[in-house]
C-alpha cells in the first residue's frame, strides 16, 4: 500500500500549488480521502475531505473559498487545489485514506508547502 504526495514547494503569498496523492496497493473507490496539515509545533489539522464517489467534499473554514479538493477515481489519486495562500498555510500537506468497514486507514508521507516572499 502506498500513498504518495507530490506538487508541494515554495510559493509567494496570494499564490497557487496543486497538490497530488497518488494511490496504489488497495481499492481506492472505496476510501474516503481527506487532506490533513501539519505547521512547525502544531498538531495534525484536517484540511479537507471527499468520500469514495467524489460527490461530496467538506473544508476547514480556515481555507473554505481557497482550497478545492477532487479526486479521479480512473487514475487512483485525489488533488487538492490550493489558491490565494497565505504565510498561515505553510506546513507538511499529508493524505490520508479512510474506510469504515472494516476500519481501516493510510498515510501518506507528507510533502512541504512553504508560502513565502
Known amino acids: 500500500v502506498q500513498l504518495v504526495e507530490s506538487g508541494g514547494g515554495l510559493v509567494q503569498p496570494g499564490g497557487s500549488l496543486r497538490l497530488s496523492c497518488a494511490a496504489s496497493?488497495?481499492?481506492?473507490?472505496?476510501?474516503?480521502m481527506r487532506w490533513y496539515r501539519q505547521a512547525p509545533g502544531k498538531g495534525r489539522e484536517l484540511v479537507a475531505a471527499?468520500?469514495?464517489?467524489?460527490?461530496?467534499?467538506d473544508y476547514a473554514d480556515s481555507v473554505k473559498g481557497r482550497f478545492t479538493i477532487s479526486r479521479d477515481n480512473a487514475k487512483n489519486t485525489v488533488y487538492l487545489q490550493m489558491s490565494s495562500l497565505k504565510p498561515e498555510d505553510t506546513a507538511v500537506y499529508y493524505c490520508?485514506?479512510?474506510?469504515?468497514?472494516?476500519?481501516?486507514?493510510?498515510w501518506g508521507q507528507g510533502t512541504q508547502v512553504t508560502v513565502s516572499s
Open positions: 496497493g488497495f481499492t481506492f473507490s472505496s476510501y474516503a
Open positions: 490520508r485514506a479512510d474506510r469504515t468497514r472494516p476500519y481501516t486507514t493510510y
Open positions: 471527499i468520500a469514495s464517489a467524489g460527490d461530496s467534499a
